[in-house]
């Protein structure tokens, strides 16, 4: 089990790592963004914040994969894990635990169906 515990902690670090460099760049951004607005701005600013906005756009797209590593490897530690202890508890013969509403014929016997579930 350490080798999930170790493989989910790296993921989690590289999504931490993408969402700090996200961070970082989009604040940068919004400061050189509001000083392009000011009057005498010269055109090294606009540049730079467009180089800083192509820097967010990468730190987006990194965080976005990190994301998506660390949910397919949650994924598939959930399926192996449900797998080995999991197993889903049927309806015992005879007794109405869990009505199905689509056999439902009418909005009362629907109603009854859905309260009956609630509890």
Known sequence: MSRYVAALAEAAERVAIAQEKLAQASQMYGE????AKQPGAG?????????LAIEAGRARAELDQAQAARNAFMHDARMKAGARWAKQVAD???????????????????????????R
């Open 32 to 35: 050189l963004a509001a000083r």
């Open 43 to 51: 055109p090294d600013i606009a540049e730079r914040a467009m180089q």
């Open 92 to 118: 015992v013969d005879g007794y109405d635990q869990r009505p199905d509403p689509l056999a439902a014929r009418t909005p009362p016997e629907l109603v009854a169906a859905l309260r009956h579930m609630g």
